[in-house]
């Protein structure tokens, strides 16, 4: 459904050329919920106002839905903007109107007539939650109940694609659950195509499907959210899964673990997808005549599906143990890493 081919923007100053998305290249699926993660300066929030024009290209194509936004003329691009809503971190609400007013604005904008809009305006708020509100105004309401306002407002106009620019990172956790919680209801109720900007990797990891990670204006990586998380390639992705796995303090932990639990071997399972929903661990148990142990681990739940880090110890027979690895590794899709074999 969207098709981005060879972005660029490059800002000019007084003495120099700063490139901050350069020549990026990315095919986004219809329904799809998908992420771009980057540090600051990435380029991510540059990269997402370029897909609306609320920054100008210097060059390349963005076509949504067949249609070239790049090439619209500015009345063309006034009537496209209707079908790509946007949502901002710090809301972007009018705070001398109310809820509903809030709401209402964009469709007071494209002619809609009062009581089409007033009804539209009702469905809105009750699809976001915030029935009982209608008549707050901004300085009434909590930071995501504002955030829910400017959701509601960004879909007034039945957009066919939604912007999120860091749309959570203003929240405290529990709410940006809430609000994430939110944007998937809305995406499977609508069909809505959804891309998330952010610097959070724990936002990824709840709604995202398909995930692009940023550096310098460029995309450094990409991919299914659960094949990103399994296998990291470059150095920035390895610190953002670092954010929600916690592999450092694993790896510092690994020499600990081998000094304390002397006997056996020890291994690191690393679980995807339905693999992690497996009774691994008790059908070793009892299939193998061996001692398991779990030392440590931590698995986390994705959009679809999930990842996680078992570290076990395995004592008995060595003949035993050595058959019980053998059936990890060829007969289940748990990945097996052995760190260290003790006589």
């Not at 550096?215 to 990291?232: M, S, Y």
């Not at 992705?237 to 916690?246: A, I, L, P, S, W």
């Not at 986390?300 to 990890?328: K, P, W």
């Amino acid at each position: 459904m969207i098709s981005i081919k060879g972005l660029s923007k490059i800002f000019t100053t007084a003495n120099n050329q700063i490139t901050a998305v350069d020549d990026l290249t990315l095919d986004i699926q219809e329904g799809d919920i998908f992420g771009v993660i980057g540090y600051s300066g990435a380029g991510k929030s540059t990269f997402v106002r370029l897909l609306n024009r609320l920054e100008e290209p210097s060059g390349g194509s963005v076509v949504i839905d067949d249609q070239e936004i790049t090439s619209l003329t500015a009345n063309q691009l006034r009537v496209t903007r209707q079908e790509i809503g946007m949502i901002f971190q710090h809301f972007n609400l009018l705070w001398s109107r109310t809820v509903k007013d809030n709401i209402a604005f964009p469709l007071e904008i494209a002619g809609v007539p009062k009581r089409e809009r007033d009804k539209r305006v009702l469905e809105l708020i009750k699809l976001v939650g915030l029935a009982g509100r209608e008549n707050a105004y901004p300085s009434q309401l909590s930071g995501g109940q504002k955030q829910r306002v400017g959701i509601a407002r960004a879909l007034a106009n039945k957009p066919k694609v939604l912007l999120c620019d860091e749309a959570t990172s203003a929240l405290d956790p529990e709410t940006t659950n809430a609000i994430l919680d939110l944007l998937v209801d809305i995406n499977e109720r609508l069909g809505l195509t959804i891309i998330l900007i952010t610097h959070e990797m724990h936002v990824i990891r709840k709604i995202c499907r398909q995930v692009a990670v940023m550096e310098e204006g460029k995309i450094v990586e990409q991919g299914d959210v659960l094949d990103v998380f399994l296998r990291p390639k470059q150095q920035v992705t390895k610190k953002f899964v670092e954010q929600v796995m916690g592999t450092n303090d694993e790896d510092n932990g690994v020499e600990q673990l081998i000094s304390t639990y002397a006997n056996g071997k020890i291994m690191r399972l690393h679980f995807v997808g339905e693999t992690a929903n497996q009774a691994l661990i008790s059908h070793i148990a009892k299939t193998f005549q061996i001692d398991i142990n779990i030392l440590q681990g931590k698995i986390s739940q994705m959009q679809h599906g999930a990842y996680g880090t078992l570290f076990v110890q395995i004592d008995g027979q060595a003949d035993e143990i050595n058959r019980a690895v053998t059936y990890i590794a060829d007969e289940t899709s748990v990945e097996v890493e052995v760190v260290r074999d003790v006589e």
